[in-house]
Nanobody
Framework: QVQLVESGGGLVQAGGSLRLSCAASRSIFSINVMGWYRQAPGKQRELVATISSGGSIDYADSVKGRFTISRDNAKNTMYLQMSSLKPEDTAVYYC??????????WGQGTQVTVSS
């Protein structure tokens, strides 16, 4: 089992930056894919970015060029650097991990609010 804890959310003005962190309870070497998702009020949860154990990265079109996902296996942590934030980026951001065995885990989420 893997427990995921997000941190780094908060309130920021449009154009600002935030860095989210997702700390795993154990080594992420055995985690195949990690990713960030977000859910805005009244909307479905959507993919933001994913990163595989091999370093392959994918972004939603809406965040390309503004967000950067990374992972530090030595610290068992994944990051999401968010820049040029827009009010439409306001959402609860969730960390997700899929093990090599195919099991998926979610964090509890962290709120990001971007004011105009």
């Amino acid at each position: 089992q893997v427990q995921l804890v997000e941190s780094g959310g908060g309130l920021v003005q449009a154009g600002g930056s935030l860095r989210l962190s997702c700390a795993a309870s154990r080594s992420i070497f055995s985690i195949n894919v990690m990713g960030w998702y977000r859910q805005a009020p009244g909307k479905q949860r959507e993919l933001v970015a994913t990163i595989s154990s091999g370093g392959s990265i994918d972004y939603a079109d809406s965040v390309k060029g503004r967000f950067t996902i990374s992972r530090d296996n030595a610290k068992n942590t994944m990051y999401l650097q968010m820049s040029s934030l827009k009010p439409e980026d306001t959402a609860v951001y969730y960390c997700h991990a899929v093990t090599v065995g195919g099991l998926g885990y979610w964090g509890q989420g962290t709120q990001v609010t971007v004011s105009s």
